[in-house]
């Protein structure tokens, strides 16, 4: 069974850092464009960032340039987001997914992020 | 960017059909062909249901079906059974590698 489990999220407050971990099992992330997407509380979808196959081409959205960074490491069939300077609108479940052609294919279960004083 | 639009609940007695609409603009879904539809329960992780506009993964009950005219995308739902109620979000490529979602709807089954 193709499976992802995120790790990594917490209670931070605003203007600290996590990062969060994404391992995939069962499958090769290797093979897979790569995405992180977020849900704030009570609130939709967000895509937040996504990597190409050999990490040569990362992108985000607008409101989180600057402040996370996508990697990923092969050896360890893993995914990562650093995110640092973290604001009280960055509290949401964070999944990772793998991504085809800009559409969400096998999402993990989540990790909740909270920024709060 | 801001989110595609959706309404915010949709509603329909079992055994009906149902639409929910999905507009963006000419640099999103008017200008791709890469419109996806997601499925979330409460509680659950999302699931993808329709992708490029109108296939479905290998699954996904031929229920539910897309299409798209000019910037707005739809998502069928026919013959609602009672677990089809959950939220449902929209998807497009939004130029270079971004990825807007629609802001929800969720689908009440009466």
């Known amino acids: 069974e193709e499976k992802m489990m995120e790790s990594g999220g917490g209670l931070v407050q605003p203007g600290g850092s996590l990062r969060l971990s994404c391992v995939a099992s069962g499958f090769s992330m290797n093979i897979h464009w790569m995405s992180w997407v977020r849900q704030a509380p009570g609130k939709g979808l967000e895509w937040v960032a996504k990597i190409n196959r050999d990490s040569s081409d990362k992108s985000y959205v607008d409101s989180v340039k600057g402040r996370f960074a996508i990697s990923r490491d092969h050896a360890e069939n893993s995914l990562y987001l650093q995110m640092e300077g973290l604001r009280v609108d960055d509290t949401a479940v964070y999944y990772c997914?793998?991504?085809?052609?800009?559409?969400?294919?096998?999402w993990g279960q989540g990790t909740t992020v909270t920024v709060s004083s | 960017q801001s989110a595609l639009t959706q309404s915010p609940s949709a509603s329909g007695s079992l055994g009906q059909s149902v639409t929910i609409s999905c507009t963006g603009t000419s640099n999103d879904v008017g200008g791709y062909n890469y419109v996806s539809w997601y499925q979330q329960r409460p509680g659950k992780v999302p699931k993808l249901i329709i992708y490029e506009i109108t296939r479905r993964p290998s699954g996904v009950p031929y229920r539910f079906s897309g299409s798209k005219s000019g910037n707005t995308a739809s998502l069928t739902v026919s013959g609602l059974q009672a677990e089809d109620e959950a939220d449902y979000y929209c998807?497009?490529?939004?130029?270079?590698?971004?990825?807007?979602f629609g802001g929800g709807t969720k689908l009440t089954v009466l």
């Open positions: 997914a793998t991504e085809m052609w800009w559409r969400m294919e096998t």
């Open positions: 998807a497009s490529s939004a130029g270079d590698n971004n990825v807007i």
